[in-house]
T-cell receptor, first 112, second 111 residues
Framework: DGGITQSPKYLFRKEGQNVTLSCEQN?????MYWYRQDPGQGLRLIYY???????QKGDIAEGYSVSREKKESFPLTVTSAQKNPTAFYLC???????????FGQGTRLTVV | EDQVTQSPEALRLQEGESSSLNCSYT??????LFWYRQDPGKGPEFLFT???AGEEKEKERLKATLTKKESFLHITAPKPEDSATYLC????????????FGSGTRLQVQP
């Protein structure tokens, strides 16, 4: 079945640690995205990538980094510079930026 | 400034009680308006895309409509399984090819 797989589903981070969230898609989509969702709020764009080896900052990129070495993969690293990382992280992909986005099931990150 | 606003923030309905959710946008050149359903702890699930004023789309008890400034998601005779957060999103008119989301409407349908 085609889709987007995010892992892990739950992740705990100690203060000062970097952690990496995985996102893999087998939909053959060119564009991939990372969003952050806080309780009772909508989705805010962290980073996005239209093609391999290229990515752009979204609205809240500070404290995050990404890579796009393969079309299928778009991992997100939450660095120690992100002061409030506890949130629900969603990865998505589209054929282009103007078509419907398909989402993974999310990773819930908690700082302990 | 381009933005997307949804109302109400929360809505509680009795089973069978029809209502509408609103999504207003200020994008100058609309390149599509997208509706999603999100269940707690899950990723959003795509429902509809609307591209031009006057366009309507239906799926079971849901019907989405679009005007030049807003979209409505009409829910007819809702059931408890329709309880979820409904999100709308648009691509901003900034050349950035990514969706910008409203904050959502949390719908609860009581039996």
């Amino acid at each position: 079945d085609g889709g987007i797989t995010q892992s892990p589903k739950y992740l705990f981070r100690k203060e000062g640690q970097n952690v990496t969230l995985s996102c893999e898609q087998n939909l053959n989509h060119d564009a991939m995205y990372w969003y952050r969702q806080d309780p009772g709020q909508g989705l805010r764009l962290i980073y996005y990538s239209q093609i391999v080896n290229d990515f752009q900052k979204g609205d809240i990129a500070e404290g995050y980094s990404v890579s796009r070495e393969k079309k299928e993969s778009f991992p997100l690293t939450v660095t120690s510079a992100q002061k409030n990382p506890t949130a629900f992280y969603l990865c998505a992909s589209t054929t282009t930026g103007d078509t419907e986005a398909f989402f993974g099931q999310g990773t819930r990150l908690t700082v302990v | 400034e381009d933005q997307v606003t949804q109302s109400p923030e929360a809505l509680r309905l009795q089973e069978g009680e029809s209502s509408s959710l609103n999504c207003s946008y200020t994008v100058s050149g609309l390149r599509g308006l997208f509706w999603y359903r999100q269940d707690p702890g899950k990723g959003p699930e795509f429902l509809f895309t609307l591209y031009s004023a006057g366009e309507e789309k239906e799926k079971e008890r849901l019907k989405a409509t679009l005007t030049k400034k807003e979209s409505f998601l009409h829910i007819t005779a809702p059931k408890p399984e329709d309880s979820a957060t409904y999100l709308c999103a648009v691509p901003l008119d900034t050349g950035r090819r990514a969706l910008t989301f409203g904050s959502g409407t949390r719908l609860q349908v009581q039996p």
